[in-house]
Structures are given as C-alpha cells and as structure tokens.
C-alpha cells in the first residue's frame, strides 16, 4: 500500500527530485570520509605527505594571494549573507528569507555541530596561518560554500536567463574551490577536511532546494 507521501513524492517531475537524491548522495559520501579518514584513520599520513609535498612547492606570488583571501574571508562572507537577507527582507520575500537563513548561517552551524562531533585535531605541518579548534570539516570552506549555494540558488529562482544562471555557478563554484585549496596549501587542514565540507555543502543546500521545490513561494510579493 503506497502512502500519500510516497505517492506525492512519486508524482513530482524528476528535477524536483533531483535535490533530494543529491543530498541522499552527498550525505553518503560525507560519512564514508569521515569515516576512512577520521574514525579509522586510514589516510592520514598519505595527506601529510601531500601536504609537504605542496609546501615544497609554494610560490611566492600564489602565497599571497591566498593569505589575502584568509585574511579577508570572513569579512567577505559575512557582508554576503547580510546583503542577500536583507534583500529579501526589503522584498518581502519572508520564505526565501528563512530558506536562504537555513542554507547559509545553518551550515555554517551545522560545521560547528560536526567539528565538535569529529574531534579532528589540526594537520601538523608547516602552516603559514594560525588555525584553532578541530579541523574536520573545514569551517573556511563550509562558510564559502554555503554562500555560493545562496547565490546560486537565489540567482535561479530569479530569472531564467541562462546567462546569468550561469555567471552565478562560474563566479560562485570557484570563489569555495579558491578557498578550500587555500587552507590545504597554507597548511589549516587536510584535504579530506576540505573535500568533507563541500559534500556538506551540497548535501544541505540541496536538501533545502528540495524542500523549497516541493511547495510554491506563497511570500512573493508583485
């Protein structure tokens, strides 16, 4: 016997489906890492090595750039997520204001809740920033990608301009790979802390997508 939810959820096009089944995915992957790298530590010296192996070959010009983007992160994302809610609150547009809330500051707490799960301590390497807390996932990388989820997400609702849809993924998706690389090279985490933080990302911007599709915008206001 099919339950009204499983039938509702069996009639929706497959793209609305498609968030939930990345997330279902996602989360997936989230765990089998954290589990090899984290529980059984099973590459843990592998990315060691790596990881001196990449400071061997820093340079001088890429250095600086990315001790810039560290420096001015959280100035950056911060002053992102105060310009896209407060847009929708000038809008009115109250459900997007409590997704995009949900997406963005809610993975950014979400990451807290999972470092203080994982316990990771820091990679112990020649690091050319000062990192504190655990590491597993990255705090950094979580912060980049869940904005560049809100700006994507927010950039698609909007219009179907297929030109700005696709700004939004060029300028957003490599502004968190950017990031990501940047803690790996300066030495604040693993790359499996990295590569942890955008599944969780994607996981939980997809599961908001998905909640978001599954009813029409009641707030939007002519």
């Not at 765990?31 to 099973?42: G, N, Q, T, Y």
């Not at 297929?162 to 985490?189: C, D, E, I, K, N």
């Not at 990295?194 to 909640?211: F, Q, R, Y």
């Amino acid at each position: 016997m099919i339950s009204r939810l499983e039938l509702r959820w069996l009639r929706k096009p497959g793209w609305a489906r498609l968030p939930f089944s990345v997330t279902i995915l996602a989360t997936g992957l989230f765990f089998l890492l954290a589990h090899e790298a984290v529980i059984e530590h099973e590459h843990g010296a592998l990315e060691l090595y790596w990881m001196e192996v990449l400071s061997t070959l820093r340079m001088e010009v890429l250095t600086s750039v990315l001790l810039w983007v560290n420096r001015v992160h959280d100035k950056v994302i911060a002053s992102l997520v105060i310009v896209i809610l407060a847009t929708q609150i000038y809008r009115r547009r109250w459900r997007q204001f409590c997704l995009l809330l949900i997406m963005g500051p809610g993975a950014m707490l979400l990451n807290l809740l999972a470092k203080n799960v994982f316990q990771r301590p820091r990679p112990q390497v020649d690091a050319l920033v000062s990192a504190h807390g655990y590491a597993f996932p990255s705090g950094h990388t979580i912060a980049a990608a869940a904005v560049a989820a809100m700006l994507i997400h927010l950039t698609w609702r909007e219009t179907t301009s297929s030109g700005w849809r696709g700004a939004s993924v060029v300028l957003a998706v490599p502004m968190a790979l950017v990031v990501g690389f940047g803690r790996v090279y300066l030495g604040a985490h693993y790359p499996s802390d990295v590569m942890a933080s955008l599944l969780e990302a994607v996981a939980w911007s997809c599961l908001c997508i998905a909640v978001d599709c599954d009813r029409p915008d009641l707030s939007r206001t002519p």
